[in-house]
């Protein structure tokens, strides 16, 4: 069986804000992936990828999906019993989509109505989001259904607000001094956990304040001045952006991120923020110059995924 290959997912900017209907963009990463697979489970990795498959079968299997995007679940678990697997090396609680890409390949191989990708419209996009929301679920406790969506459209995509979301194009990566990266902080994150600590923070009046007056305000400039590809006001925003994470989201920066977190504001060589929802994977940095931050931020890996 040859199945397509579901890459993983970054979340440029959004995190949290697309919950209070901020602007979001994310985009596919090829760096890491996972198909589905048969073997003969030999390996603990295939036995316990099929296991939960087993028991999230069982979950589709009581989910009500909206009519034309039913999921065929008795040939799903017919075959998770002939030694069906997720064969994937995207990290888990890395912040990467490692279920959107499980969920995307599971809706593409399984579902009863066929689409292709290439050709859906804005308005099923919406539709398929929120089909995707509900069958994430089960990973996080709640989901807006992008991760899958980016993971199954394989394209960058704009979240615009709650309601509408749009593909994108972005500009062409082109060798340059300035880099957007990742750093890996060295632990995993829950999401569950942080979105938790989100919604008590939200309780309060000043934080829900700040949100939607300065965090929103400084995420929707950097996506319009990046899609512009019109670096001033990008920095500009994005210092401002890194800076109120800094100050809010303390709880959400990994430990060991923290110092370079600060380290990067006051010298301007570069500047953090969480990518997706925080508590360890993966941290974005974006930088005009790669070469001096990279020096700044020995001891950490890293990974360029965008040049400019």
């Known amino acids: 069986m040859t199945n397509p290959l579901f890459y993983a997912k970054i979340l440029l900017f959004g995190e949290y804000g697309i919950i209070e209907d901020s602007q979001g963009l994310t985009l596919p990463y090829s760096f890491y992936k996972g198909t589905l697979k048969f073997s003969a489970l030999d390996s603990d990795f295939e036995k316990k990828s099929n296991e939960h498959l087993t028991k999230y079968a069982e979950y589709l299997l009581n989910l009500e999906l909206p009519k034309g995007f039913e999921i065929n679940v008795s040939t799903f678990k017919e075959e998770i019993s002939k030694g069906l697997f997720f064969d994937s090396n995207i990290p888990q609680g890395y912040g990467i989509g490692s279920s959107g890409a499980l969920v995307a390949a599971i809706f593409e191989r399984y579902s009863i109505t066929k689409r292709n990708p290439e050709n859906i419209a804005k308005d099923e996009l919406k539709n398929l989001r929120s089909v995707f929301g509900l069958m994430e679920s089960y990973f996080h406790g ?167």
Not at 161 to 187: N, T
Not at 188 to 201: A, C, L, S, Y
Not at 204 to 232: H, P, Q, S, V
Not at 264 to 290: P, Q, R, V, W
């Open 142 to 308: 709640k989901s807006s259904g992008i991760d899958p969506l980016i993971c199954y459209m394989n394209l960058p995509i704009l979240i615009e607000s709650k309601e509408s979301v749009d593909k994108v194009a972005i500009p062409r990566s082109q060798e340059g001094k300035g880099a957007i990266f990742l750093i890996d902080s060295g632990m995993t994150g829950e999401t569950g956990p942080m979105v938790q600590i989100f919604f008590e923070k939200m309780k309060t009046e000043g934080f829900r304040k700040t949100l939607k007056e300065e965090f929103i305000r400084y995420n929707n400039a950097c996506i319009e001045a990046f899609l512009k590809k019109d670096m001033n006001p990008f920095f500009r925003n994005l210092k401002k952006l890194s800076h109120w994470a800094y100050e809010h989201f303390r709880p959400m920066i990994p430990e060991s991120i923290f110092n370079v977190w600060k380290k990067g504001l006051d010298s301007n060589a570069y500047y953090l923020k969480l990518c997706g929802s925080g508590g360890g994977g993966y941290i974005l940095g974006f930088t005009k110059d790669y070469e001096k931050a990279e020096k700044m931020l020995d001891g950490f890996h890293k990974e360029v995924i965008y040049r400019f």
